[in-house]
């Protein structure tokens, strides 16, 4: 089974990168702001960004240790690296871009380069150079590159952070299906909580430089732990909490306190709930709910948002509207209150 195991530290300026990733999954993701540390990861690990301490190891085999001083160059790692503009050799035509990852142009590398043209759907554009392709065909040449030399890890710097919604979207669903016979671990850095949850077995969080959440995908969705963590996965609500007693915590920028079944940590700091999670509720209050307060409501093409009255006006409560609970607001009205179902709320640190 594959394994990777990274534990870089590398400092730049008054920056310093310290994190460990270990895993087994197939794909991996990395979600973290720009500026966070997730590219500098990706980089360290394939040998482009030099290492200050730590150790790098894929599959057994390692490729950075401090201690030993070993550290394999780039090319002698066995990583594949794809990078935000695919870097695909604008002088070059197709296959020679794909043929250029395994080094002499011999007639047993050209067949081994058609045979992965093919492979992704490219055959019949080997004579076509970068600029004359599409983004979607230019990323299946980058990949075909990789693939081409058989690499143990491939690493994915935000590939589709320079496309428009609908291309991304579509080339998402394409780089899986190119991926699916690879027998090796992918790992994709991006600052977009849904590509990495479309893609990733298991997810790192990385903030500051740090790994602050890590675990399978959909649990740190479900549980991010911190205030931090809630941002990145996509959490609109937030608000500083106080602890009351171990079933009693207020939320103090929504001016609500709520009464949980389970046990409340001593060290929660901040509550998190969902846009799309509460429950409206017509007629008089329940436990656990806000007075729908309407501030405004965005009319989106697929939702609506509204924005809900809090006591701390920089922090109104968002809830956020689709398909049939639309059409019975639409035939009801405004609810007088929003309810937090306790399944629904985020404790955190």
């Not at 087994?24 to 973290?32: N, V, Y």
């Not at 160059?73 to 070059?92: H, I």
């Not at 992965?116 to 980058?142: N, T």
């Not at 991926?179 to 990733?200: A, C, K, N, P, T």
Request: aromatic fraction near 8%; include cysteine.
């Amino acid at each position: 089974m594959s394994r990777l195991y990274a534990d870089i530290h590398k400092r730049i300026g008054g920056f310093g990168l310290n994190v460990m990733i270990k895993s087994d999954a197939s794909r991996i993701g990395i979600l973290g702001e720009s500026g966070s540390g997730k590219s500098m990861t990706l980089k360290s690990i394939a040998g482009i960004e030099t290492v200050d301490a730590g150790h790098i190891e894929v599959d057994g085999r390692v490729l950075y240790d401090s201690g030993s001083k070993t550290d394999l160059k780039p090319q002698k790692r066995n990583v594949g690296y794809m990078f935000q503009n695919y870097a695909l050799f604008p002088t070059m035509n197709v296959l020679k871009n794909v043929m250029a990852g395994l080094g002499r142009a011999t007639d047993d590398n050209r067949s081994k380069a058609m045979d992965m043209l093919r492979r992704f759907r490219m055959d019949g554009f080997e004579d076509k150079f970068p600029w004359e392709l599409s983004g979607g065909q230019q990323q299946r040449v980058a990949l075909a590159r990789i693939m081409v030399t058989e690499p143990s890890l491939i690493l994915l710097d935000e590939p589709f952070s320079a496309l428009d919604s609908y291309l991304r979207d579509r080339m998402q669903v394409e780089m899986l299906e190119m991926l699916e016979d690879y027998r090796g671990q992918v790992v994709m850095v991006s600052h977009s909580r849904d590509e990495l949850y479309r893609f990733s077995e298991e997810l790192f969080i990385v903030s500051d430089g740090h790994i602050i959440r890590h675990g399978e995908t959909k649990a740190v969705f479900r549980e991010p732990w911190s205030a931090v963590a809630a941002r990145l996965t996509g959490c609109k609500n937030l608000s500083s909490a106080r602890r009351i007693d171990g079933h009693t915590v207020e939320a103090a920028d929504w001016g609500i306190t709520l009464k949980l079944e389970r046990e409340i940590p001593p060290h929660v700091n901040y509550i998190g709930f969902r846009a799309h999670s509460f429950e409206p509720i017509w007629g008089e209050y329940q436990e656990n709910c806000v007075k729908c307060d309407l501030i405004r409501v965005d009319d989106l093409p697929f939702e609506k948002n509204y924005y809900i009255r809090t006591v701390n006006s920089d922090s109104p409560l968002c809830w956020f509207v689709q398909g049939e609970e639309q059409k019975v607001l639409d035939a009801r009205g405004l609810p007088d209150y929003l309810k937090l179902n306790e399944d629904d709320i985020l404790v955190l640190e």
